[in-house]
Nanobody, 124 residues
Framework: VQLQASGGGVVKVGGSLRLSCTVSGRTFDRYALGWFRQAPGKEREFVAGISWSGNTTPYADSVKGRFTISRDNAKNMMYLQMNSLKPEDTAVYYC??????????????????WGKGTLVTVSS
């Protein structure tokens, strides 16, 4: 199983960016997916999660109302639309998968596969 995040870059405060995550090799279950991020000098934190059906999409309070997670199972893709970006959103963003799950809790230890991150820099 491999995951690859892409779409990071430099954006100004208030701007938007769309991250993508490609999932390959995971055909054995109806997996959930999540976005996490790690800012310089800080612990990695949960950003958003999405169940296989897309019906359950929990968000961290810090991004609620600004970020939208989605997925396209036919294309093995997940997305994170980020709007109204703030300097504190600057981080390396990672996508990760886990087994079939429809809840709202996405601790690091529950995720079984991780992709390499993509850097998002929000400049003022």
């Amino acid at each position: 199983v491999q995951l690859q995040a892409s779409g990071g870059g430099v954006v100004k405060v208030g701007g938007s960016l769309r991250l993508s995550c490609t999932v390959s090799g995971r055909t054995f279950d109806r997996y959930a997916l999540g976005w996490f991020r790690q800012a310089p000098g800080k612990e990695r934190e949960f950003v958003a999660g999405i169940s296989w059906s897309g019906n359950t999409t929990p968000y961290a309070d810090s991004v609620k109302g600004r970020f939208t997670i989605s997925r396209d199972n036919a294309k093995n893709m997940m997305y994170l639309q980020m709007n109204s970006l703030k300097p504190e959103d600057t981080a390396v963003y990672y996508c990760a998968s886990r087994g079939d799950y429809s809840g709202t809790s996405y601790p690091d230890w529950a995720m079984d596969y991780w992709g390499k991150g993509t850097l998002v820099t929000v400049s003022s």
